[in-house]
Every structure is written in C-alpha cells, then in structure tokens.
C-alpha cells in the first residue's frame, strides 16, 4: 500500500487512520488505466512488479502499519497523484 494522507494529519496525535492506496501484482488491474499506475520491481523496494489502484482508495488503521518497506521517487508519487486525480475527478 501506499499512504497518500498528508504527514500532518498522519501525526496527528489520536487520530488513528491514514489513507492509502493499494498496490497489486494482477495483470487484470493493471489494465483499468488512468486511475491505475505501473510500479516497477525495484520501486519503493518493491519485490516484484505491482501496480497502484487509485480507484480503490481507502483508509486503514495505524496500528496496521507494522514496518515501512520503502519510499517511491518523486516521479512516481507524481504518477500516483494523477492516478488519484482521474479516479476522483479533481483537476
């Protein structure tokens, strides 16, 4: 997953979810395009080839997060939002 909630309200004391995007290895989802974004293997730390699905936005508990794996480039993130932007329709 991908946490896409701004840093503020990610540390907000007693505020206990953050919202994420998920991330999946099916061919299928990657073929839902604009609101999907192709991450290589390698990106963030990922292990394999994987897909963002911003149409499935949602948000999950903290306390779920157990470890951060790794950071995606800026390039990505930028991606990432645009996919985001489709699947919401904010311009």
Known sequence: MIVVSHDAFNQTEGWQLVIIVPISTSGSQARRSPTTVLL?????A???ASVA????????????????IGALPA???????????AALDLE
């Open 53 to 68: 699905v911003c149409h499935q936005i949602t948000t999950l508990d903290r306390a779920k997060l157990t470890q951060r």
């Open 46 to 48: 990922l292990a394999r």
């Open 75 to 85: 390039e990505l993130l930028r991606t990432v939002e645009e996919g985001l932007k």
């Open 40 to 44: 290589p293997s390698g990106a963030g």
